[in-house]
């Protein structure tokens, strides 16, 4: 099904027709993202609600929803893909890693907030991952910058076997956050 997460309503819809099919959510994985990089100087501020919008937003809308069925249920994990920006940041990532931080500080949140629920939160934060994130930067300057990066990036196989690990674990374990790098990546 396709879903604009950033619309409240398709959100809600998306869980929805879920359970509407298989009776039931188990696992949200929120995975939508963009990555507009550039400096904050630049005031590209379209790119900013764009990021907040998606990064954040949408997962919050997914969430909502998620928990609302999940909680009845008594169980139910939400794996939120982060980044290694959510932990770090530098020159031209500083509002992406705005959006990651904020992810990684509703986990946590959220996760406090439903350990009676049995309901499991999950961050995962990759590094340098070979999909079109880099292609919708709109700064030239930065994307010259990505292009001189010699690293062999993480493959999406990577990101969901790092995952399936964290929904696989038995239920009085929750792996809590799990950051996964290609083995070159510095930073």
């Not at 990101?159 to 374990?173: C, D, K, L, M, Y």
């Amino acid at each position: 099904m396709e879903c604009d997460v950033t619309d409240e309503e398709q959100a809600h819809a998306l869980v929805d027709r879920a359970i509407g099919e298989f009776g039931r959510i188990d696992i949200l994985v929120n995975n939508a993202g963009v990555m507009l990089l550039s400096k904050v100087e630049k005031g590209l501020s379209d790119e900013w609600r764009q990021m907040f919008n998606v990064n954040v937003l949408g997962l919050l809308y997914a969430t909502d929803a998620a928990v609302e069925a999940m909680k009845p249920q008594g169980s139910g994990h939400i794996v939120n893909v982060s980044s290694v920006a959510g932990r770090k940041t530098r020159p031209t990532v500083g509002v992406y890693s705005g959006t990651k931080f904020a992810v990684n500080a509703i986990s946590e949140a959220l996760r406090q907030e439903l350990l009676e629920d049995g309901i499991r939160i999950t961050v995962v934060g990759p590094g340098a991952v070979a999909t079109e994130l880099t292609d919708h930067i709109t700064d030239e300057e930065v994307r010259e910058g990505l292009k001189q990066r010699n690293v062999e990036p993480l493959q999406s196989e990577d990101v969901a076997n790092a995952i399936t690990f964290a929904v696989s674990q038995p239920q009085r374990v929750s792996v809590n956050e799990i950051l996964i790098r290609p083995t070159q990546q510095m930073n």
